[in-house]
């Protein structure tokens, strides 16, 4: 049997098999009506779009900025197309030089590397799917000067949770803000300090950013969850009124999420800082070894996300203590475990899909070609409506298999 019949069977076979999952799993319903959900409100996918795109367009533009003032050997590549382009013999595969070429063994790698981008986008579904930056930078200056009175939507309700330490939470929001405003700059530092002092400190600029990052993801997603559920819930709404509740459950999540936030600057960004210190450098070892650590690290951040899965949207829609919502999350996958591994599977294989076409498709293109530009645009927005669907629906199996969210209305 040839080659080609190998693959025609293969594809038909992954189709039958796809087909075969999604029409016989026990949340179809709730993966139903996730979609609908997204479909009435657009916001569910076109937020996550708007950050993930605008993230690739910063990456692009930085590396714009490298090719402009790297010496020659050092600069990134950028080629309008790929010097085959026009032999008839190579223009779409045969060579490196092709339109698109993408060997076996990199096919089999862009998989293999796809695996724990799909595993952390999984987690980030209950906690924090897309990077807000660079976006970040531009919401920060918002929360300095008190934009609208959402700063004081924000500290009245972290006053109001933690009593006297909700002024220095706000304190602490406010600074990691000002790192935020300065991360952006931190990029060009290289060329106006020296670059030991900017190795050094620029990642400390960028830790404390992330927080302010990862917590104004939090937020964003918090809204997302309220969105789903009153679609859920048939409520009526107006979003600014919708955005104010969602700064009111943000601080019932933010316990679990400085716990996740912790753990990130613990695992990931403390050995960044300290390995860019003469005093702390034997502490960490050659380079590939630190690698596979930090892979590691980012394993266990995406498993003890998984652990309390439920814990993120019993505190965002229903309010709940957070010893009450761990208690919940656990009650429910005891109950309903069969129908929640399924939804666990289904998210899994769709985002693993995802990442694995962004990646074979970036090297199949290859890296720096006007095709490979524009993809980096456009595939966060595949990313975003897969997301935005799951969301959705993880919000509708929470209403079908979860207990307590059947008189909790949104204030």
């Not at 006053?159 to 406010?174: C, D, M, V």
């Not at 980012?298 to 439920?310: C, F, N, P, S």
Request: charged share 15%.
């Amino acid at each position: 049997m040839s080659s080609v019949s190998n693959t025609t069977w293969l594809v038909l076979g992954t189709i039958a098999g796809y087909a075969l999952m999604m029409g016989t799993n026990p949340v179809r319903d709730c993966l139903r009506d996730g979609w609908r959900a997204m479909r009435r409100y657009p916001a569910l996918w076109v937020v996550f779009g708007v950050l993930g795109c605008a993230n690739a367009l910063f990456a692009l533009g930085t590396r714009a900025y490298l090719a402009s003032v790297l010496p020659a050997e050092e600069r990134p590549v950028f080629i309008w197309m790929r010097a085959a382009w026009r032999d008839p013999q190579l223009w779409l595969t045969g060579s490196p030089e092709s339109l698109w070429w993408l060997p076996r063994h990199e096919f089999a790698r862009a998989v293999r590397d796809s695996a724990l981008p799909a595993v952390e986008s999984l987690a980030g579904l209950f906690d924090n799917l897309v990077s807000a930056f660079p976006l970040s930078a531009f919401v920060a200056p918002l929360m300095l000067l008190a934009w609208r009175g959402r700063a004081k939507v924000l500290l009245h309700a972290l006053r109001r949770r933690f009593g006297k330490w909700g002024i220095a939470i706000y304190s602490a929001l406010a600074l990691s803000a000002l790192a935020a405003l300065a991360k952006p700059i931190m990029y060009a530092a290289p060329q106006l300090m020296p670059p030991e002092l900017w190795l050094r400190w620029g990642q400390v600029i960028a830790a404390a950013a992330f927080g302010f990052e990862y917590l104004l993801g939090v937020g964003v997603q918090v809204f997302l969850l309220l969105l789903a559920y009153a679609w859920v819930r048939g409520l009526s709404f107006a979003t600014s009124d919708l955005v104010d509740v969602a700064i009111r459950r943000f601080t019932c999540v933010l316990q679990w999420s400085a716990l996740v936030l912790l753990l990130g600057v613990l695992l990931i960004e403390l050995p960044l800082i300290l390995k860019n210190f003469s005093t702390f450098a034997a502490w960490f070892p050659e380079r590939e070894l630190f690698a596979q650590r930090l892979v590691l690290a980012r394993t266990a951040l995406a498993v003890v996300v998984l652990i309390g899965a439920g814990a993120q949207v019993a505190l965002a829609l229903h309010a709940k203590s957070w010893c009450r919502a761990w208690a919940e999350h656990f009650d429910m996958a005891a109950r309903a475990w069969w129908p929640l591994s399924w939804f666990l599977i289904i998210a899994l294989v769709h985002f693993f899909a995802v990442r694995a076409v962004q990646a074979n498709v970036s090297r199949g293109v290859g890296e720096g070609t006007a095709l490979w530009i524009a993809w980096q645009i456009l595939s966060p927005w595949l990313l975003a409506v897969v997301g935005g669907w799951l969301l959705a629906s993880w919000v509708c199996v929470i209403r079908r298999y979860g207990r307590g969210g059947e008189t909790s209305e949104l204030a």
